[in-house]
């Protein structure tokens, strides 16, 4: 039937069952400004470390995935060694000398390879 010939009612129900569905993939789809597999340690990342090093897409991307490893083993030593002598470090060489690192430690890890500069996928890219 041409639309010419449909009742204004008609077109309204049809724009209403166009938008709900698109509304619905949108919410199928979740997008945020970065998509991640590790969340928690996405969570752990902003408390800790992005007020210095912003996005997990940048801090991330500073190292290797097996350099993330290293550093964040023998409960951050060899961050903490880096952080040292720096300007507003203070805040973040307590975390990792805390126990809430040591709990933290292993999701904070993953969220950091995931982004790490060479992971085999990048993570914003949706």
Same mark, same amino acid.
Request: aromatic content about 8%.
């Given at each position: 039937?041409?639309? %010419?010939? =449909?009742?204004?009612?008609?077109?309204?129900? #049809? *724009?209403?069952?166009?938008?709900?569905?698109? @509304?619905?993939? @949108?919410?199928?789809?979740?997008?945020?400004?970065?998509?991640?597999? %590790?969340?928690?340690?996405?969570?752990? $990342?902003?408390? #800790?470390?992005? !007020?210095?090093?912003?996005?997990?897409?940048?801090?991330?991307?500073?190292?290797?995935? !097996?350099?993330? &490893? $290293?550093? +964040?083993?023998?409960?951050? &030593? *060899?961050?903490?060694?880096?952080? &040292?002598?720096?300007?507003?470090?203070? =805040?973040? @060489?307590? $975390? +990792? &000398?805390?126990?809430?690192? #040591? =709990?933290?430690?292993?999701? +904070?890890?993953?969220? +950091?390879? %995931?982004?790490?500069?060479?992971? %085999? !996928? @990048?993570?914003?890219?949706?």
């Amino acid at each position: 039937m041409p639309t %010419e010939s =449909r009742s204004p009612l008609t077109r309204f129900f #049809a *724009a209403g069952i166009l938008l709900t569905l698109c @509304i619905a993939g @949108i919410e199928a789809r979740p997008r945020g400004q970065h998509v991640v597999k %590790e969340k928690l340690g996405q969570q752990y $990342y902003l408390h #800790a470390c992005s !007020s210095c090093h912003g996005s997990g897409k940048l801090g991330g991307n500073m190292a290797t995935q !097996s350099e993330w &490893k $290293y550093l +964040l083993d023998r409960h951050g &030593k *060899a961050l903490i060694d880096l952080h &040292k002598g720096e300007e507003n470090t203070t =805040r973040v @060489i307590a $975390y +990792l &000398k805390s126990p809430r690192f #040591a =709990r933290e430690h292993d999701r +904070l890890l993953k969220f +950091l390879q %995931e982004f790490a500069n060479d992971s %085999e !996928s @990048i993570p914003t890219c949706f």
